[in-house]
């Protein structure tokens, strides 16, 4: 017997006790698998802040909000819904700054990749002038409601025209 053999009889015997395991238990087979897809369905499939963060991440301190994506710690004071995506765990990204460095757009494209569904609640709106418009960027804020380079306290999705005054000068060297 050469070593794959081996190896394969292991794997097979290993499956064989995990099943006998399994089957030991007084849950039928079936009702588990049937309640792992509803537990899928519930924990994937939700809305995505504008901070770039599921959700279901935020919640009520005494004072604020909190964010804690992952392992990352997001200020994010202000959670917003504006996606309803298939797989919340691929919105876990920092933002260090704004467009394709937020991490909106880091979730957004890491779903792409994975072809899970990604799509905005709602019309997309300026955050700042209220114009429903089409390619609006997002973007952190800090307190003075300045545009930064890290993760921050106020996130939004803005047009090219409030962005720039938000920043302070011309975006387009700074965005792609």
Request: aromatic residues 10%; glycine residues 8%; charged residues 25%.
């Amino acid at each position: 017997m050469n070593k794959h053999e081996n190896d394969d009889e292991k794997s097979q015997s290993e499956v064989n006790i995990a099943e006998s395991a399994l089957g030991s238990i007084g849950v039928p087979e079936v009702s588990i698998a049937r309640h792992f897809e509803d537990m899928s369905r519930k924990e994937y499939g939700r809305n995505v802040c504008v901070c770039g963060h599921p959700m279901s991440v935020h919640s009520k301190g005494e004072t604020q909000f909190l964010c804690i994506a992952s392992r990352l710690g997001c200020p994010c004071m202000n959670p917003t819904p504006v996606l309803e995506v298939g797989d919340k765990r691929l919105f876990l990204f920092k933002s260090e700054g704004f467009g394709l460095k937020h991490a909106l757009v880091k979730g957004m494209y890491k779903s792409k990749l994975n072809n899970s569904m990604t799509r905005f609640i709602g019309e997309q709106t300026c955050f700042k002038c209220r114009t429903v418009k089409e390619n609006l960027i997002p973007a952190g804020l800090d307190l003075n409601y300045k545009v930064v380079f890290w993760p921050a306290p106020y996130n939004g999705l803005f047009c090219i025209s409030c962005l720039e005054e938000l920043f302070g000068r011309p975006v387009s060297d700074f965005l792609w």
